[in-house]
């Protein structure tokens, strides 16, 4: 029998369940066992409509990416077939062409994955094929942990609670010995066709290495050298103080359950420092946050678009804002707060922002430039390679104050405190903003401080304190 294996957000061979089951391994103890003929055929599909979405740097990101891929399934014996147009037609006419009777897939939960999925099953069945779901991007699939009545969790920390009690499966082994198809004529180009290389067009960001290889080694280096001072190091941005793994996380290029499965380990060896113990279990509080965040988009699809809780109108809500104005010097990281413009500027080069600034600028956004966070969100999701809909539009409601177990209306951050805190020497804001590279120590943070403003550094555009006032009637007015 002959199989599909179409990857989406899977992009690697090892921990990969659906793969398993399209090469009919899953759950078979003995690989290649007597009688398990299958052959599978590898095929991407790059779907113009997710694409005009993703932004040069996701795009070049992804061309990285399906470039490992394809290596890595060639080393095996196979190839990748790439194919570009609407997956509806596409994934039908592949299966049609190489005569195979099962499309296998990890489930995707996202709106337009599923109803994508859903389409493409119907197509799929109209020809007398399955659609084959198998396993998901994340631990525990969106949906699965609920509330003793049945209800969604709203609230992170009993999410967290009931999502570790849920538990998940161990990782599955990478699949020695499948058997690919070589990519049939009329498949579609290979990895490196002319489909692909246009992904690469003008990224303008300087592109990590890609593949799960590289996912690999990122995790192991974190593990030998970052879990054990994570707790303490991980809202530093002057530090490289986290795993750096949200990219490899969108793509699949590592799945979280295999994560999971090296913190338990490490958790559980008692010789570990206290550091470490500290450092296992806030990471997985933090993949648990990207759990309950893809949960949360499962149950209100429409929380990628509308506040789930109104306190923010969803027009301009300070009357007289000039958004358009606003969002153009933010972005530019040209604010006159070096820590806000620090980290737009670390986004526009590095398609990446350290976590604790990506607050910092979105709060800075909506309460003091008073722009609405979806203006903010959709920036973000232009520029950043882990751009993630889930993760992404849920962290711009939290700041907001109108997501899911959100910051307060009235928690604002203040740019230069947490400037001073979180980048105590100015070593960030030196690094990413040049025009202050001469500045010495933390009285970068406040360059209206000093005698003469650097040269090429703008003035502060607006008062925090000021704007700080404004917002907080503005909400409290709701
Ligand atoms: P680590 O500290 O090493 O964390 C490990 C992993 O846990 C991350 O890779 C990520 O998968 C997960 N994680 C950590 N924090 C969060 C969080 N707050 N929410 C959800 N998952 C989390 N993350 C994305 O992956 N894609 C996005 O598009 C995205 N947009 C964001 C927008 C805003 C406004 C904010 C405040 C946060 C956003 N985040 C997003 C979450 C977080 O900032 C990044 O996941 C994190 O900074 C990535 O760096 P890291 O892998 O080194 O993190």
Partial sequence: ARTVMWFRRDLRLADNPALLAAAGRLGTREPGAPGDQREVLALYVLDPHLLSRAGAPRRAYLHESLRALAEAIEDAGGRLAVVTGDPVVEVPRVANRVGAEEVHVAADFAPYGAARDDAVEQALTAQDRRLVRTGSPYAVAPGRVRKGDGEPYRVFTPFRAAWLDHGWRAPVPAPDGVRWLEKPRGAGGAADGEGTRALAARPDVDVPEAGEGAARALWEEFLDDGLDRYQQDRDRPDLAGTSRLSIALRWGEIHPRTLLADLTRLGQDG????????????????????????????????????????????????????????????????????????????????????????????????????VRWQRGARHFMRHLLDGDLASNQHNWQWVAGTGLDAAPYFRIFNPVTQGTKFDPHGDYVRRWVPELRDVPGAVVHEPWRLRETPAGYPERMLDHAVERKVALDAYGRR
């Fill in 271 to 370: 010789r570990r420092s206290s550091g470490m113990h500290d450092g296992v279990a806030s990471f997985r509080s933090e993949l648990a946050w990207r759990e309950f965040f893809a949960d949360a988009l499962w149950h209100t699809p429409t929380s990628a678009r509308t506040s789930l809780h109104a306190v923010v109108p969803e027009d301009a809500w300070v009357d007289g804002v000039d958004e358009d104005a606003a969002l153009e010097a933010w972005a530019a990281g040209r604010t006159g707060y070096p820590f806000v413009d620090a980290g737009m500027r670390q986004l526009a080069a590095a398609g990446w922002m350290h976590g604790r600034v990506r607050m910092v600028t979105a709060s800075f956004l909506v309460k003091d430039l008073h």
